[in-house]
């Protein structure tokens, strides 16, 4: 189901159980403003176990090159003893790479080490899963991966890039074809395409 939902709108956890929704848009559109929203609300019904898998990169302002700011945001964490954290330090390959080769080196480490969270993150039974920034992991990781740790959580919450902003080149098209996969075995697609201003 493809739906339009507004940042500022009512949450209600019930909407979001035992589907996987998938939260796309362009740079700044509040995708991970609407999944926090989510993970609040999910969280303070208590009682499941949430494993938060945060792929957002660490962006300093002279890695924008002029870009807009609002790239990036990782998601917080709340204080529940049944909410599990995972973040590392990633790359942003398409602003931080001195050229399309490097770029594709970065991606390939971020791969790597998103492999390894998401197998930290699944060691145990969790109820939700929530992933921020996915679509960094497609730049260079397997959407068939990613897929199936989504459907290993009952209920999946993730957001992702899905626009035009960053340019082109191979880690863009790998990325656009990775997150089309994800279009398509979503149970729940949230297009945010308004320009969001905290």
């Known amino acids: 189901m493809n739906s339009m939902i507004s940042i500022e709108s009512f949450i209600s956890p019930g909407d979001f159980l035992h589907r996987f929704t998938l939260i796309i848009g362009e740079v700044n559109t509040g995708k991970t403003t609407l999944t926090q929203k ?33 790239i990036g945001g990782t998601l917080r964490a709340t204080e529940d003893n049944r909410l599990n954290y995972y973040h590392c330090p990633v790359h942003a390959p398409r602003l931080q790479g001195k050229d399309e080769f490097e770029a594709l080196r970065l991606a390939d480490e971020n791969a790597r080490l998103i492999e390894f969270l998401f197998e930290k993150a699944l060691e145990g039974k969790v109820d939700a899963l929530f992933v921020n920034d996915c ?23 993730v957001n992702g890039y899905y626009g035009e902003a960053l340019g082109t080149g191979i880690l863009s098209t790998r990325e656009r074809a990775g997150m089309d996969d994800l279009i398509e075995h979503c149970d729940h697609l949230i297009r945010l395409t308004e320009k969001y201003d905290k």
Not at 44 to 67: F, M, N, Q, T, Y
Not at 135 to 157: D, M, N, P, V
């Open 135 to 157: 679509s960094l992991y497609l730049q260079a990781g397997e959407s068939e991966k990613l897929i199936r740790w989504i459907g290993s959580a009952g209920t999946a919450i």
């Open 38 to 70: 989510i993970l609040d609300a999910l969280s303070s019904k208590g009682g499941a176990r949430i494993a938060v898998v945060d792929l957002a990169p660490h962006i300093i302002s002279s890695d924008l090159k002029g870009r807009t700011a609002g």
